[in-house]
């Protein structure tokens, strides 16, 4: 465990917030990063709560796996997930913690080999989380697109009822049972 003193954290901290925020337009950083109701504001609040679990699991070497740890990333990751974000941008908030150590550890050169170590980890992890959570939002839609194509042919009198019932049941096929075939 990297011992830091509470200001230096809190420097660290704030510092990654504001990196984290600015990925955001103008009005929606300021907006996210001022107000402070967790219901007004579920991003803002997000990146605060998840933001410093995040950094107290890198200063205690932590790893990424940690239930603590997979929480808050996937909190923050599964936001970005569903916003405007190329893969790249959707994790950077993790590498803008090196920034944020750099910054705030300038004695010795910047931020502890070590420290951006468990960066990398983290960084590797939040790529995993993304994917899952891109993964399974196009299951979703996936899903949605098979379920209105069979009641839109159902409608047309193109499949038996029973044929919609199956495909609103099937979970990994091709949405085919082989009964109720187009009349």
Known sequence: MLQLPQEKQ???LDRWRELILSSYPA??????????DRFANPVGEAVRRHSAVLLDGILADT???DPAIAEALDG???IRAVQD???AQAVAFVFQLKQALREALPEGGGAPVELELRVDRLALAAFDHYARCREQIFDVKIREIRN????????AGLLFEESVMNFDNDQGGN???GKGAVR
Do not use: D, M, N, W
């Open 76 to 78: 923050l990751v599964r």
């Open 85 to 87: 974000f190329t893969p």
């Open 175 to 177: 949405g085919s049972s």
């Open 10 to 12: 809190v420097a660290i």
């Open 27 to 36: 009005e929606a950083a300021a907006f996210f990063g001022r107000q402070k």
């Open 63 to 65: 790893p990424p796996h």
């Open 148 to 155: 209105r194509t069979a009641k839109l042919f159902a409608r």
